[in-house]
């Protein structure tokens, strides 16, 4: 099994979108962080687990699931990489794989130390945009299957019946 840690917002940072996001509304940047990566998780087939600071959100540690994907807020004054280093030397195992996703260069050595494999925000940022093309790939195809007529018409013209149909004529 593969494990990808993701460092919040060490990549909220990264990410020119999410760090846009993150000027106007951070929760809302959190939250399309881990819209993306449950894409990430669906389409890799990886365990992923988001760890946030909890400087940033007052309050006791906490732990919960969206999207199937695992969120971690830590404890107060218990850093991401803290726990990210923990969460690596225990779930590390002949039958895992653990990757940690961060730009905080000291982290990625320290994981790097304890077997984990690193994978720089920007990394990520590709491997996520190549993972989108490839389900605009597939979700095209599937449409383009789905359209069952039971009038033989031109593909011209099923589009333009298409367009009808979604108001966008």
Known sequence: MNILLVDGYNII?????????KERNLSEARDRL????????????????VVFDAHFVQGIERKYKNFKVEIIFTRENESADERIEKMAINLNNIKTQIYVATSD???QWVVFGQGALRKSA???????????????????????????????????????????RRGRF
């Open 13 to 21: 940072g990264a990410w020119p979108e999410l760090r846009e996001l």
């Open 34 to 49: 881990i819209e993306k990566m449950a894409e990430y998780q669906a389409f890799s087939g990886y365990r992923v687990i």
């Open 105 to 107: 260069f000291t982290e």
């Open 122 to 164: 920007r990394e990520l940022l590709n491997e996520m945009n190549h993972i989108e093309i490839e389900i605009d790939k597939k979700l095209n195809n599937t449409t383009k299957f789905k359209q069952n007529s039971k009038i033989d018409l031109t593909d011209e013209v099923a589009e333009i019946f298409e367009k009808w």
